[in-house]
T-cell receptor, first 114, second 115 residues
Framework: AQTVTQSQPEMSVQEAETVTLSCTYD???????LFWYKQPPSRQMILVIR??????QNATENRFSVNFQKAAKSFSLKISDSQLGDTAMYFC???????????FGKGTKLSVKP | DTGVSQDPRHKITKRGQNVTFRCDPI?????LYWYRQTLGQGPEFLTY????????KSRLLSDRFSAERPKGSFSTLEIQRTEQGDSAMYLC?????????????FGSGTQLSVL
C-alpha cells in the first residue's frame, strides 16, 4: 500500500524568505505522479505543483519548485520569496495511473510572518 | 467555469438522522471524487465515479454511506443513521481523466457536525 508522510506539522517563515516543506512516500509502483496542494484557512484546496515520476527534471511554478529524489522517495516543496498569502495548510499527495484516487499526507501548516 | 460547488456548506444534525450532500463538478469533467477530512488530517478517499459509474469505494465507506451520480453530472452523498464519528469536512473534487494527467479541482466542502 502506498503511504505519504509529512514530518513537519507546522512551520513558519518570514515574509520574503525561503522555506522548504518535506514529504516522503512509499510505493512499489514505477509510474506515478506527485502533487502539492494548498488549503488556505476556510478556503478550498488548490493545486500548487505536480511532478511526473518519469521526468527527471524538477517541476517549477513561479515561486514554487520541488526537489524530487525518486530513489530516496522524497518530494520536497520550496517556496521562494514567501508572501503572506502563502499562509495555508500544504498537503503532499500521491497518485498512479492505475488507481483513481490520490493519497494525501497529513499536511504541514505554514505561517508566513510579516 | 464556475468551479466545483458543494451544498450545503454547513450541516448540523442529531445522531441517528440521515443527511444528504450535493456536489456539482466542473461541467466537462468526467470524474468525480468524494473525500473526507477530519481536523488536522489530510483528505481521505471515500469513492469516485467516472461518468455515472462508481468505480471504486474505500473501506471507509461503510454501508451507511451511499453515493450516486445518476446522469454523470452532479453527485449526492447520503449518510444514514449518522454517528458522532461522521463529523468531518466532506470534500468533492472533479477531474478530466487522461493518461497520467490526474489533476483534481476541489470544492469548498460540506462541514458536517453530528450532535
Amino acid at each position: 500500500a502506498q503511504t505519504v508522510t509529512q514530518s513537519q506539522p507546522e512551520m513558519s517563515v518570514q515574509e520574503a524568505e525561503t522555506v522548504t516543506l518535506s514529504c516522503t512516500y512509499d510505493t512499489s509502483e514505477n509510474n506515478y505522479y506527485l502533487f502539492w496542494y494548498k488549503q488556505p484557512p476556510s478556503r478550498q484546496m488548490i493545486l500548487v505543483i505536480r511532478q511526473e515520476a518519469y521526468k527527471q527534471q524538477n517541476a517549477t511554478e513561479n515561486r514554487f519548485s520541488v526537489n524530487f529524489q525518486k530513489a530516496a522517495k522524497s518530494f520536497s516543496l520550496k517556496i521562494s520569496d514567501s508572501q503572506l498569502g502563502d499562509t495555508a495548510m500544504y498537503f503532499c499527495a500521491f497518485g498512479t495511473g492505475s488507481q483513481g484516487n490520490l493519497i494525501f499526507g497529513k499536511g504541514t501548516k505554514l505561517s508566513v510572518k510579516p | 467555469d464556475t468551479g466545483v460547488s458543494q451544498d450545503p456548506r454547513h450541516k448540523i444534525t442529531k445522531r441517528g438522522q440521515n443527511v444528504t450532500f450535493r456536489c456539482d463538478p466542473i461541467s466537462e469533467h468526467n470524474r468525480l471524487y468524494w473525500y473526507r477530512q477530519t481536523l488536522g488530517q489530510g483528505p481521505e478517499f471515500l469513492t469516485y465515479f467516472q461518468n455515472e459509474a462508481q468505480l471504486e469505494k474505500s473501506r471507509l465507506l461503510s454501508d451507511r454511506f451511499s453515493a450516486e451520480r445518476p446522469k454523470g453530472s452532479f453527485s449526492t452523498l447520503e449518510i444514514q443513521r449518522t454517528e458522532q464519528g461522521d463529523s468531518a469536512m466532506y470534500l468533492c473534487a472533479s477531474s478530466t481523466w487522461g493518461q497520467f494527467n490526474e489533476k483534481l479541482f476541489f470544492g469548498s466542502g460540506t462541514q458536517l457536525s453530528v450532535l
